[in-house]
């Protein structure tokens, strides 16, 4: 089975762009997590999905950050604009939902913003 | 809502010595499950262990965990740390319907 996928890997912007970043969950999950992590502020969550309805947007970051679930397999988070103090490691992840399951991670996308 | 809560932000040990890495949670909930996730360098977190049941030791991997609801802990621990067990460590809650996670403690070991 595939896991959560995650692109680009890595993503260098300059301050103002506007930059998107993709997520498939695993097939069959219905939450989907985006999160970013930072060293001192460890997992900060931005947006959570379940079965694609917008169940919490993380409200420190309602204003520039956008997350979407077009349909049960396929989601982005939008940057718009960057700013440098958003650089960091943007996690999507999925579960199937409900109290005892375990939530997979993607690999991740570095975003660096010059 | 729920809230997880982590002490450390690092421990530092060195390799044999025993590990014990705190973990302790709010939550309105009865029945919490309770979670460790682990991060190594350059990897994403990944499941070690998980919990439902009071006083029933978990484990997984060498580290085990027990969930005491009438302090609300859930530590992890190791009765001798390895170099390999470096990596960064989120204790993790689900009581109502969705994941809340620690701001983790990375554990470094050395020789």
């Known amino acids: 089975d595939a896991g959560v996928t995650q692109t680009p890997r890595h993503e260098v912007a300059e301050k103002g762009q506007t930059i998107i970043l993709k997520c498939e969950p695993v097939?069959?999950?219905?939450?989907l997590f985006w999160y970013r992590q930072t060293k001192i502020q460890g997992l900060e969550l931005l947006s959570y999905?379940?079965?694609?309805?917008?169940?919490?947007d993380g409200g420190a970051f309602k204003d520039r950050f956008k997350a979407e679930m077009l349909n049960s397999s396929f989601s982005t988070l939008k940057i718009q604009p960057t700013e440098p103090k958003d650089s960091a490691v943007y996690l999507c992840?999925?579960?199937?939902?409900?109290?005892?399951?375990?939530?997979?991670f993607g690999k991740g996308t570095r975003l660096t913003v010059v | 809502g729920d809230s997880v809560t982590q002490t450390e932000g690092l421990v530092t040990l060195t390799e044999g010595l025993p590990v014990m890495l705190n973990c302790t949670y709010q939550?309105?909930?009865?029945?919490?499950?309770l979670f460790w996730y682990v991060q190594h360098l350059n990897e994403s977190p990944r499941l070690l262990l998980k919990?439902?049941?009071?006083?029933k030791r978990t484990e997984h991997q060498g580290f085990h965990a027990t969930l005491h609801k009438s302090s609300s802990s859930f530590h992890l621990q190791k009765s001798s740390a390895q170099l390999s067990d470096s990596a960064l460590y989120y204790c993790?809650?689900?009581?109502?319907?969705?994941?809340?996670f620690g701001s983790g403690t990375r554990l470094l070991v050395s020789p």
């Open positions: 992840a999925s579960s199937l939902g409900g109290a005892d399951t375990e939530v997979f």
């Open positions: 999905f379940r079965s694609k309805s917008l169940m919490e």
């Open positions: 939550t309105i909930y009865s029945n919490p499950f």
């Open positions: 919990s439902f049941t009071d006083n």
């Open positions: 993790a809650l689900t009581g109502g319907y969705k994941v809340v």
């Open positions: 097939s069959g999950h219905n939450d």
